[in-house]
């Protein structure tokens, strides 16, 4: 299909190795990069700027809108999610989150949530929004809040922290909680780790994304789109 050799490299989500992965990748004279990550810092927006290489991003949001991206509509996502909680008789839904200051949680996922309750009657409840590290840790912290708060269901967008919050909550017989980390329309469903979560796919075929991120990137290469300004 493509003749293109492939490099991989994982920052952890460190903001730091992004940018260090960022150097290297243009060292070795890449044709273009396909980032996957969940904000762009403006350290990471300038290397874009400068690389001669063109960027794809994939899962991740650009506020401005220039930067060439694979996603998928995360605000419906979430309020497709949120609506069929509601619709199973839950009106205590916990939103749990990264950090709100990630563009991706604040201005999509967070808005879903928000929507979904305002269009099904139900007023938002500040102490029903839990924001936490990106890990099984910090979803398991929650524990006594989501108690206190007589939390029935959550939405969480992470799949480690999902997990961390479900343990938590096993005793108390709590077990519809969904991750919306991997949501898209047309959804499919999966048991992860526990039979009691379940996480909700992006895509249906995972390979579709995939092929769909490098036809953007080989698209942007031909063009020679790298003005990012």
Do not use: W
């Amino acid at each position: 299909m493509y003749k293109y050799n492939i490099i991989l490299t994982n920052s952890d989500g460190n903001n730091q190795r992004e940018l260090t992965s960022m150097n290297t990748l243009q060292a070795k004279q890449v044709d273009g990069i396909i980032f996957m990550g969940n904000e762009i810092s403006e350290e990471l927006r300038s290397e874009f700027k400068k690389s001669r290489a063109p960027v794809v991003l994939a899962g991740s949001v650009d506020a401005s809108g220039k930067i060439p991206s694979v996603n998928i509509d995360y605000r419906q996502a979430v309020y497709s999610e949120v609506t069929n909680l509601i619709n199973n008789g839950n009106d205590r839904i916990a939103f749990v989150s990264g950090p709100l200051e990630r563009s991706i949680n604040k201005d999509f996922r967070l808005k879903g949530y928000k929507d979904a309750l305002t269009d099904a009657g139900i007023p938002y409840e500040k102490s029903l929004l839990f924001e936490t590290d990106v890990s099984y840790s910090g979803g398991y912290a929650l524990r006594e809040r989501l108690q206190k708060n007589e939390v029935t269901a959550a939405i969480v967008t992470d799949d480690d922290m999902a997990a961390g919050v479900m343990n938590s909550m096993t005793d108390d017989g709590r077990e519809e909680l969904r991750s919306c980390q991997d949501i898209q329309s047309g959804i499919t469903f999966r048991d992860e780790r526990t039979p009691k979560m379940l996480s909700v796919e992006r895509f249906s075929r995972r390979s579709h994304v995939t092929y769909t991120k490098l036809q953007r990137l080989v698209e942007v290469i031909q063009k020679e789109i790298l003005n990012y300004d």
